[in-house]
């Protein structure tokens, strides 16, 4: 499956953002999606996972509230809407999918990975 991810930006704080992820090439609801992010320096860390269904989704503990997973199995996409965007959320957010598990959390667990979208929150 490819996935192409967008609608990230350069923004300040407190505002909100929603990236999209469009996939292509296999049955899309065959998959459990997932968001990760990445900063400069840093290891790739999970940012939420909703399955194939998009009745369970997991989020990391510190987005909780902030973020908000979501997909359109008609539309092929899934959504990360995210809100009081801080600085430290400044990171390029990848998409990704795997046919295996419920909502997995970690990298390893995923087959496929878009081409990342930057999101900067300036301060």
């Known amino acids: 499956v490819q996935l192409q991810a967008s609608g990230g930006g350069l923004v300040q704080a407190g505002d909100s953002l929603r990236l999209s992820c469009v996939a292509s090439?296999?049955?899309?609801?065959?998959?459990?999606m997932g968001w990760f992010r990445q900063d400069s320096g840093k290891e790739r860390e999970f940012v939420a996972a909703?399955?194939?269904?998009?009745?369970?989704?997991s989020y990391a503990d510190s987005l909780k509230g902030r973020f908000t997973i979501s997909r359109a199995n008609a539309e092929n996409t899934v959504y990360l809407q995210m809100i009081s965007l801080k600085p430290e959320d400044t990171a390029v957010y990848y998409c990704?999918?795997?046919?295996?598990?419920?909502?997995?959390?970690?990298?390893?667990?995923?087959?496929?990975w878009g081409q990342g979208t930057q999101v900067t929150v300036s301060s």
């Open positions: 909703i399955s194939r269904s998009g009745g369970t989704k």
């Open positions: 990704a999918a795997t046919n295996t598990g419920v909502v997995p959390t970690t990298t390893r667990e995923y087959d496929f």
């Open positions: 090439g296999r049955t899309f609801n065959n998959y459990v």
